[in-house]
């Protein structure tokens, strides 16, 4: 299998659908496409129209593309990252790996063009979380819940707005962002630094105010975020957890039990928002970002030094911040079907609290009920509420900001 073989077989994967995102090789099944989260087959020429485990080596050979250091991680780890690109077409980040001693292939299809907030419909208060000036930032959220995206749309704003100097530690590079207002370096793991504790490290050298980490993946790296925040610095990153709550058990996991109460102090300091990500599926198709933020106040602070209690819990302090633009998964949820955009079955199997998220349910449909009985006769109303979970000014936003310490 030569490179124009593969060009032409991933390129025939990517037009047989709109909105295709990821390509996966697995032995035994037809080439597989994703579109809105459901995978269909894509026909191949084989005697049994099946991936045989020879034909995705060689696929995989021809994306490494004779590198050593991604042969030594595949046979080291069983598994290995890279990125590919078909010129004039797309670029994908990869991730080839090992299933029952075979090679398999997911193929990631990146944006070629760099989203904004606007155009990813995320609520105002992204706009002034990228306003902070140290301390760390958290995107987390599942595989493919577009963290990604979301952090390349924040520092597309701060390009726009800020005369600064920002790097990023990427793994592989996803967004090339030009320099605007701001000058950026972007650097690739394996290619610009070994690994991301070392990269973030030398980065301090590197005059930045902001520094993006693709990944907080083990405790030194966190350590030299944490370190970096408290020096002056503004540290976006990610973590592969589902909510606040769940983030701040597994910065504390990464510590032993004699380290968890100065973790908690310096976590508590450092710590400015965690955006939590979801998609759900719309009604119309496609799918749905939903969200969960929660930023520092004096009470996020407090429960994160002493621990979560029976009337303290980290949900419990996003909701009651919704003045702050804070909110949790199930006010999204809700507003999404309030709006007529998510159906009642979404909404149920997507939500955190399902005994309290069926009771508002209810309550909305009775509302419903009324007022399509109070219509005129023959007319029924169905007015949809605008998906907006808090409508908030600059100056709630900046009088917060000076009162929550």
């Known amino acids: 299998m030569d490179r124009q073989t593969v060009d032409a077989l991933l390129t025939g994967m990517l037009e047989s659908a709109d909105g295709v995102s990821d390509l996966l090789f697995i032995s035994g099944k037809p080439p597989l496409v994703e579109v809105h989260g459901r995978l269909s087959d894509f026909p191949i020429d084989t005697p049994e129209s099946v991936l045989t485990p020879a034909l995705i080596e060689q696929l995989a050979g ?15 780890t069983g598994s290995c990252d890279c990125s590919y690109a078909i010129d004039d077409l797309a670029r994908f980040r990869v991730n080839i790996f090992k299933q029952n001693g075979r090679h398999a292939i997911v193929m990631r299809k990146l944006q070629s063009k760099i989203p904004t907030l606007d155009v990813l419909g995320l609520p105002p208060i992204f706009r002034e979380i990228v306003k902070e000036k140290d301390g760390i930032i958290l995107l987390t959220g599942g595989t493919g819940t577009g963290k990604t995206t979301t952090l390349a749309a924040m520092l597309d704003e701060l390009n726009e707005t800020q005369e600064i100097h920002i790097v990023t530690l990427e793994d592989p590079i996803e967004f090339f962002h030009t320099h605007r207002k701001a000058a950026i370096s972007q650097r690739e793991l394996g290619k610009d630094f070994p690994n991301f504790a070392d990269g973030l490290r030398a980065a301090l050298r ?3 105010k902001a520094i993006l980490v693709g990944e907080i993946r083990d405790r030194e790296t966190l350590e030299i975020a944490m370190t970096a925040s408290e020096t002056g610095h503004i540290v976006f990153s990610t973590l592969h957890t589902i909510n606040a709550g769940q983030t701040i058990n597994r910065i504390l996991g990464m510590f032993s039990r004699e380290e968890e109460q100065q973790l908690r102090q310096r976590l508590a300091a450092t710590l400015r928002y965690v955006v939590s990500q979801r998609l759900v599926g719309k009604i119309d198709g496609g799918r749905l970002l939903v969200t969960e933020i929660m930023g520092s106040s004096l009470r996020t602070r407090e429960t994160i030094v002493y621990g979560e209690s029976e009337n303290k819990s980290f949900l419990e302090i996003i909701e009651a911040g919704s003045s702050l633009g804070w909110h949790s998964f199930d006010q999204s949820i ?5 709006a007529g955009i998510i159906t009642e079955e979404t909404a149920m199997a ?24 109070q219509a005129p006769s023959g007319l029924k109303l169905h007015i949809p509420e605008p998906i907006r979970i808090i409508e908030e000014g600059a100056a709630a936003v900046a009088s917060a900001r000076r009162t929550k310490s």
Request: aromatic share 4%; with cysteine; net charge positive.
């Open 206 to 208: 590197q005059a930045p």
């Open 62 to 76: 021809q994306i490494m593309n004779g590198s050593e250091r991604l042969r030594l991680e595949f046979s080291n």
């Open 334 to 338: 809700m507003a999404a079907f309030k």
């Open 350 to 373: 997507s939500c955190s609290n399902k005994g309290k998220l069926r009771r508002e349910l209810e309550l909305v449909q009775k509302q419903r009920g009324v007022a399509n009985e």
